[in-house]
């Protein structure tokens, strides 16, 4: 009689363990992947593909700028941000915003500290890692030498960040200042 053969191979069942074992991870990655969602930059105003294409463009116009004149943000209250849950200390001056309504004056000034008045000035408010809560003014007007932001609503507590982008002929010029409201 001949001997059977009572050896078994798991060599196939680990083979199905492990394409199982991938097929699972494979899925949970795309799954996490797409659950976190995905914010658009905007710095220098505009979309991220668009800064991205201009950027030669954007820093010459900026340099060109940054030459002849200055933007300073004026009568805002200025502190410290508190930085939550870290070991280092960062000394970052932030404007200090009120929960309700804030208004912010911004000056733009040649070198030899004349004000501008006919400037193209456009204002964002934002938050760092969204733009779910921005605030645009396409047209901030310029009243008793100062451009003025008027009815900015901020309700929620947390960081923010002013952008003001002002157009001088083929100049553009660029702030971001940091602001916090406290909870």
């Known amino acids: ?22 097929i699972t991870l494979g899925y949970w990655t795309v799954k996490s992947a797409t659950s976190i969602p995905v914010q658009e930059s ?14 030669n463009d954007i820093l010459k116009k900026k340099e060109a700028f940054d030459k002849a004149y200055r933007i300073e943000i004026v009568d805002v209250t200025m502190g410290i941000t508190p930085v939550a849950n870290s070991k280092v200390t960062k000394k970052e001056q932030s404007v200090l915003l009120q929960k309700g309504t804030n208004s912010f004056h911004y000056k733009i000034i040649t070198k030899d500290n004349t004000i501008v008045k006919d400037v193209n000035v456009t204002f964002l408010l934002t938050r760092p890692h969204t733009d779910k809560e921005d605030i645009l003014r396409k047209e901030v007007p310029f009243k008793e030498g100062k451009y003025v932001v008027e009815e900015i609503p901020v309700q929620n507590a947390g960081r923010y960040i002013l952008q003001l982008r002002a157009t001088i002929g083929n100049m553009v010029g660029y702030a971001t200042t940091p602001a916090y409201l406290k909870p």
């Open 42 to 55: 905007n710095d220098y105003m505009l979309k991220y593909q668009q800064a991205d294409m201009n950027i």
């Open 1 to 22: 009689m001949a001997k059977e053969n009572k050896k078994k191979s798991y060599w196939p069942h680990m083979i199905v363990g492990f394409l199982l074992v991938g």
